[in-house]
C-alpha cells in the first residue's frame, strides 16, 4: 500500500514573512527619517519666530521705560524750572520708580544731563 503524500502548502513560509517584515521596516525609516526632518525644521523655526518675538519685547520695553523717564524729565522741569542733574534726583522725588532706570535685560538706562534725555 502506497503511502498518499501530500503537502499542504497553504499558508505563508517564514523566510517570506520575514523578507516582507524587513522591506517594510526599510519603509518606514526611510518614511520617519524624511518627516523628522520636517519636524525639525518647522520646530526651528518656530523657535527662532519666538526669539525675534521676545526680543522686539525687550525692545518696547526698554523703549516704554525711556518714554516715561522723559515725561518725568519734563514735569521735572516744569515744576522746579530746570532739568535733574541725574536719573537718582527723580526717583527722590518720586516722579519715577527706581525699576524704570533698569530694562528688562538689567542695563541701565542712561541720561545725558546736558540735554535732559534718557536714551
Do not use: Q, W
Request: glycine content about 6%; some cysteine.
Amino acid at each position: 500500500m502506497k503511502k498518499n503524500k501530500k503537502i499542504n502548502n497553504k499558508g505563508f513560509s517564514l523566510i517570506g514573512l520575514l523578507l516582507t517584515m524587513l522591506i517594510l521596516g526599510i519603509i518606514f525609516m526611510v518614511f520617519m527619517k524624511k518627516n523628522t526632518k520636517k519636524v525639525i525644521n518647522r520646530k526651528t523655526g518656530k523657535m527662532k519666530r519666538e526669539i525675534k518675538a521676545i526680543r522686539k519685547a525687550k525692545d518696547a520695553n526698554r523703549l516704554a521705560n525711556i518714554t516715561i523717564i522723559n515725561s518725568a524729565i519734563m514735569n521735572y522741569k516744569l515744576d522746579h524750572g530746570k532739568i535733574p542733574e541725574s536719573l537718582d534726583e527723580l526717583v527722590k522725588k518720586n516722579y519715577i520708580c527706581s525699576g524704570s532706570l533698569i530694562d528688562s535685560e538689567k542695563k541701565p538706562i542712561k541720561y545725558n544731563s546736558e540735554t535732559g534725555k534718557a536714551y
